[in-house]
């Protein structure tokens, strides 16, 4: 019996069916064998291929020119309410599109964004039986894809229980990973594991890989809206399988068709830099949905946080209470004085007496402790012109915060308070949830009713002109597109493990995150710490110069200086790079930088002529080149530069800083010297402006 075959590629079938939608048949191949639909990248960088085994099970593969990135991978799913779609099916696809226009951010790392991509739509379906079909949407940019299934309405695949997805990613090279481990009890808060390929356990996504051969890439998703989280678990070799965070029965995700998953996606470079500079996260997600939010302003912020993690405060009432009216007015003086834009006030609420970790049920999130006069603060600060960021802790308990939002967030709109810090503080698999009967489930963070809620919330703080920056969150997947009053998150070891009495941060920590976790979205990591001895005996593993590169180097639209302002009074000269950098950004550029190692990022303003850098390493020294061509050509511009000085390093004299200037221009190269654990901060102002 022959089996026939023939190759479908994007020329061939635009050159045949121009415009058209019409399906080309592209039956089965022996098996293991790909390349029955393909389709290229705009500039012929990336190439898919798609068809089916002897068997009738679907795989992909990646090329990037030429070589392979992603051999041979599995697509298909396990139901728990219906046969697995995994074989018996064939392979038929549309004539590829091509899609290229440019879209502006409200706020971001750059203002605008081309999304230029070629779309492949493979449908799969039954041979026999049921005949059920699945769609597999592919978009190649040149520096990655992303591809997703779309169940289409059919009668046999109303009701859609996944149990497991098939996806697979099996990298082609033997290399070197970056990740951390999944399904533990603290969330994503863990350090980077640094191990080769073939040795990755069950990890979180972004997973990032660098190849034997030097090629760069990371493993990720976007548009995660109504699904679990994808992780990734390592069967064999190079060859990773999704791993849905579970439900709450026996499927992971429980849907009606029509619907979409979230977006599988491929971040492909020849450099780590490249990573982060990539757009396909954001690109992949929808539109604006919410119009203007000029009503959001991304700013730099103080707060009544640190002193509670050094054990000088406290978040519950009592005599060391943190939250008090004496000590908000005493930060909104700061903040006002100092041109900072909020004042974020952790504490102030009813319901941290008591054990409120994992369970939250005492919170109420507009009730304040008696020594917290709320109306008080809320006139003061609006008289000084600072918005106070509300502080809403759960406990990790979504059902109990789903019952107050729209009072809590009415109270915020009334005060004029439009962002918001949200915690969700339990360990992974204790978040509570609403039930199918109503009644509290418990739930894991990143599972399909918790992405619920986290929507939910944005949706709810959108309509009351608030934004939302949650920590012990759902992970990023560049729905600030979609919804651009999700501001930022944590989602990763932030800087408060370096004051609690543990061992801290390492200095590779913020080089890891920029190549990790940072390429999934913008990170509230709580910079600008001036006080090195913490709780831990050890302080904290930087130097005062790393501390404000930070600034530059980790994206937030919303920046903390988050050290006692004591230490920003005692001193005044390094705090002025604090006061002075932008935290909204008209272009970024990524200088250097390797995993793990060391970045240098350059970063333009939001509609200003200044540019700033910074600059970080690990536990060794460096010494790297920054050329300026960034800058404007023709154009002089005083550098103020912050940088180690001779003594620094991250394990003694953490607080020696050199401030000086120069005069540069864009055909200038500047030698960047960083300590052990060091780092560099430089401020590019055209000459001829002064100091604002």
């Known amino acids: 019996m022959l089996t026939r075959r023939f190759l479908v590629s994007s020329a061939a079938l635009l050159a045949a069916l121009p415009g058209s939608a019409l399906a080309q048949d592209v039956a089965q191949a022996p098996v293991g064998n790909v390349g029955q639909a393909r389709a290229s990248s705009p500039e012929g960088v990336l190439t898919v291929e798609v068809g089916v085994t002897g068997e009738g099970r679907p795989e992909y593969t990646v090329t990037r020119l030429g070589r392979p990135v992603i051999t041979a991978s599995r697509l298909g799913f396990i139901l728990t309410d219906g046969p697995k779609l995994e074989r018996n099916l064939t392979v038929t696809a549309e004539a590829p599109t091509q899609h290229d226009d440019t879209w502006e951010q409200p706020w971001g790392e750059r203002r605008f964004i081309r999304n230029r991509y070629t779309q492949l739509r493979v449908h799969l379906t039954e041979r026999g039986g ?35 997805e098939l996806t697979e990613f099996a990298v082609a090279d033997s290399g070197t990973a970056w990740w951390i481990p999944a399904f533990e009890w603290n969330r994503e808060e863990y350090l980077y594991n640094r191990t080769a390929i073939d040795s990755v356990g069950v990890a979180q996504t972004p997973l990032t890989v660098r190849t034997d051969d030097g090629l760069h890439v990371s493993i ?38 029509p619907f979409a998953t979230p977006w599988r996606t491929l971040q492909i470079s020849d450099s780590a830099a490249g ?38 405060k406290t978040w519950h009432a009592g005599p060391k209470h943190g939250a008090t009216t004496e000590n908000a007015i005493k930060h909104i003086d700061f903040a006002a004085k100092n041109g900072f834009g909020g004042v974020l006030i952790e504490g102030w609420n009813v319901g941290w007496d008591g054990d409120w970790f994992g369970t939250g049920w005492d919170y109420s999130f507009t009730q304040a402790y008696p020594d917290f006069d709320i109306e008080r603060v809320a006139a003061y600060a609006r008289s000084k012109g600072v918005e106070i960021i509300g502080h809403h802790e759960t406990g990790g308990n979504a059902f109990h915060y789903e019952q107050q939002l729209d009072a809590a967030f009415a109270q ?26 109503g009644q509290p489930r418990l739930a894991w963070h990143e599972s399909q009713p918790m992405a619920q809620h986290h929507l939910n919330v944005v949706k709810t703080a959108a309509r009351y002109q608030v934004a939302v920056n949650a920590h012990e969150p759902f992970k990023d997947t560049g729905l600030r597109r979609t919804y651009p009053n999700m501001i930022s998150r944590e989602g990763a070891r932030g800087m408060e493990f370096s004051a609690w009495g543990q061992p801290g941060n390492p200095p590779e920590h913020e080089a890891n995150l920029v190549f990790t976790r940072l390429l999934a979205g913008p990170m509230d990591y709580t910079p600008g710490v001036f006080g090195m001895q913490t709780r831990s005996p050890d302080g904290i593993a930087t130097t005062w110069a790393k501390q404000l590169a930070l600034y530059v180097v980790i994206y937030s639209p919303i920046q903390m200086a988050a050290d006692l302002l004591e230490n920003y009074e005692a001193n005044p000269a390094p705090f002025q790079f604090i006061k002075d950098v932008a935290v909204d950004w008209d272009d970024t550029r990524v200088i250097n930088g390797e995993i793990g190692d060391f970045v240098t990022i350059a970063r333009k303003a939001r509609g200003s002529d200044e540019w700033f850098l910074g600059s970080v390493s690990d536990e060794q020294p460096r010494v790297l080149t920054a050329p300026l061509g960034f800058l404007d050509a023709g154009r002089r511009y005083r550098a103020e530069i912050y940088r180690d000085g001779p003594q620094a390093d991250w394990k003694g004299k953490r607080e020696d800083i050199v401030i000086e200037t120069a005069e540069v221009t864009s055909a200038d190269t500047l030698t960047l010297r960083l300590a052990p654990g060091g780092g560099q901060a430089i401020r590019f102002v055209p000459v001829g402006r002064s100091r604002r």
């Open 130 to 164: 049921l005949q059920r079909r699945v769609d597999v949407v592919f978009r190649l940019y040149d520096d990655g894809l992303g591809f997703r299934y779309e169940f289409p309405e059919q009668p046999n695949l109303t009701s859609v229980k996944i149990g497991e």
């Open 275 to 312: 990573l982060v500079e990539s757009s396909l996260i954001l690109n992949l997600n929808e539109t604006n949905a919410l119009g203007d939010v000029s009503w959001f302003r991304p700013m730099k912020y103080v707060g009544i946080w640190w002193e509670m993690h050094l054990d000088k």
């Open 220 to 257: 990720h998703e976007a548009a995660l809206i109504d699904y679990a989280g994808m992780n990734l678990r390592r069967v064999e070799g190079g060859r990773f399988k999704a791993a849905l965070t579970p439900g709450l029965s026996n499927a992971a995700v429980e849907l009606t068709a």
């Open 412 to 437: 915020m709109q009334r005060f004029g308070w439009h962002s918001v810090k949200t915690g969700y503080v339990a360990d992974a698999g204790g978040a509570r949830v609403k039930g199918p009967d």
